[in-house]
């Protein structure tokens, strides 16, 4: 096998550490990423959960903005869960005035979709290009994709709503399957960085 993925996450705000754990997990080599020059020395990246609106102020404060999209724009692989969905939305609903977002995928997102109805509950999930059986869902105060555009790929579905797509090197997921010790996700991710090389 050739040299393992190196795979950032970033470490703006959020939860981190679950993510570095499921991606060693699926034999990548994982690392927090805070600053443009840490952004640099990565294949990849994962945007974990956490606030979407915080961790957007802090990409600014850190100057990390416009690094990020320019390597999304690259054609960088990235991962984004939840709020990590959010910030690759090309179009965001819900958020608030001053959001900025990286964009990445061609959707329209609404945040807390699923969190006027319920905080956080847990689903299993048919996700398209894992066997295995479904995957384990979890959901807190998550988003929906609202609609998608032609170059994008629904995986899964949940109660009629969008919770995964992928368009070309960029993923995302409404929910959290870093928190369920199931590595499916991280693995199929790990999967398209190898891919791309
Ligand atoms: N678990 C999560 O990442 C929640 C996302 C949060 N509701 C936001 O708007 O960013």
Redesign the pocket.
């Known amino acids: 096998m050739n040299n393992p993925p190196v795979i950032g996450v970033l470490a703006l705000q ?1 939860d981190v550490r679950e993510h570095l754990i499921a991606l060693a997990a699926a034999d990548a080599v994982a690392r927090p990423v805070r600053r443009p020059e840490e952004l640099a020395e990565v294949d990849a990246l994962v945007i974990p ?5 915080t961790m957007s102020k802090l990409a600014v404060l850190f100057g990390m903005l416009e690094p990020l999209r320019e390597r999304v724009r690259g054609g960088m692989p990235v991962y984004g869960t ?2 990590g969905m ?1 910030m690759l939305a090309d179009k965001l609903l819900d958020g608030r005035e001053d959001q900025e977002t990286l964009g990445g995928i061609d959707m329209i997102v609404r ?2 979709a699923f ?1 006027r109805q319920n905080e956080s509950f847990e689903a299993s999930i048919d996700f398209a290009g894992i066997d295995g059986g479904p995957v384990e869902g979890v959901f ?4 929906w994709v609202e609609s998608v555009g032609a170059e994008v790929r629904v995986l899964a579905t949940y109660d009629g709503h969008t919770v995964a797509v992928r368009q070309g090197n960029v993923l995302a997921t409404s929910f ?1 399957p870093e928190l369920t010790g199931d590595d499916r996700v991280h693995a199929y991710f790990v999967d398209m960085v190898r891919a791309g090389r």
């Open positions: 959020g959960g956490g606030e979407s609106t939840c709020a959010i945040r807390n969190g807190i105060r998550a988003p959290h």
